[in-house]
Structure formats: structure tokens, C-alpha cells
């Protein structure tokens, strides 16, 4: 019985330590020859990915503050997933900020952060992981579909030229 305890004791204290030690982020970041406020237009209008975004397709959901939302993810041709979020915080024009995941499993934090610079846009994207399975997960596929979502984000916005 002492034995067993102590087998579960350590199981317990292991997975405490995985909880704590599972941390990863991913960033992008890209400028966009836009002010905020056209970049944002875009980025806010998700009827419209369809016609330019390869990563985030809006499958539910309103883009509300509390409000839940549900995208189709799509890493790679071969990597498609349905993720849900609730939309944490919106500043127009600065940030999107949304979370989701499995408490204590995997949990992500996804910002969108536009930054102003006159006649130009710097846009992040920039997620938080954490949890006990962020220490078995590389996020790197993740980090690269959000560059390419950040390109065409650029290319979409630059071609609506809008003054």
C-alpha cells in the first residue's frame, strides 16, 4: 500500500511539473503598406476569408467579446482541424484577442496586434500555449500557417487599395 502511494505521489508531482513547464508561443509578424483601420477591415470581415485566407476559415460564431467562435485550421493541405475559441478582447483597429483549449491540456492564447506606423500596418500574430501537452507538441507548422496567413492578409489588403 506504501508503495502504491508513493507511485502515485510521484505520478501527481509529475504531472504538476508538466503542467508548469509546458509553455511555447509562436510569432509573426509582417508589415502592410495600409493604415490600421483598412487592415483591420479586413482582418474583422470573416464572411469574406474564403476569397484570401488559406489558414482560418469562420465555421460559427460572431467576432463579439464573450462570444464563442468556431474556425476550420488548416496547417498544410494534410493538416486541417476544427478549433474553438472565445473572443476575449477587441480594441478596434489594435487588437484581436481570442483563447481556447483544454485547461491544464492545452490551452492557447491567439492575438492579432496591429501596430500603426503612419501610412503602414505592422501586424502580429502572436499565440501563447501552455499545459501538459504543449511538452510532447512542436508548434513550429503552427507558426508557419500563420505566416502565410499574414501574407495574404498583406497581399488582400495592398490589392483593395484603399485610401
Known sequence: MKKLM???GGIIALLVVLVFTGKKSVHHEIIINA???NV?????DMKKYPDWNPVMQLLGGD??????????????ESNQSVIG???EKIIPNELLNQKGGLPFILTFDH???LKSQGEY???????DYSGIGVNFWNPQP???AYGYLNNALKARVESLNIE
Do not use: C, M, N, P
Open 40 to 44: 483591420w477591415e479586413v482582418l474583422v
Open 142 to 144: 503552427v507558426e508557419t
Open 85 to 87: 475559441a472565445s473572443v
Open 6 to 8: 508513493y507511485i502515485i
Open 121 to 127: 500596418t505592422k501586424v502580429i500574430i502572436h499565440e
Open 111 to 113: 492575438k492579432y496586434i
Open 63 to 76: 467576432l463579439v467579446e464573450g462570444e464563442r467562435v468556431k474556425y476550420q485550421f488548416t496547417q498544410d
Open 35 to 37: 493604415k490600421s483601420e
